[in-house]
């Protein structure tokens, strides 16, 4: 993970052929915030 200018970047450490996928930070901290909170959890 990087962040540049706002812009949260990421990329799987084990497969670095994998094109990276990049959020706003803004969207990121939406969704560490939902993980958090258990958002994304199965029942």
Known sequence: MAVVDGIVALRDSKDINMP????HADEWAAFVRGAAD??????
């Open 38 to 43: 258990g958002e994304f959890t199965q029942p």
């Open 20 to 23: 990276a996928m990049f959020f």
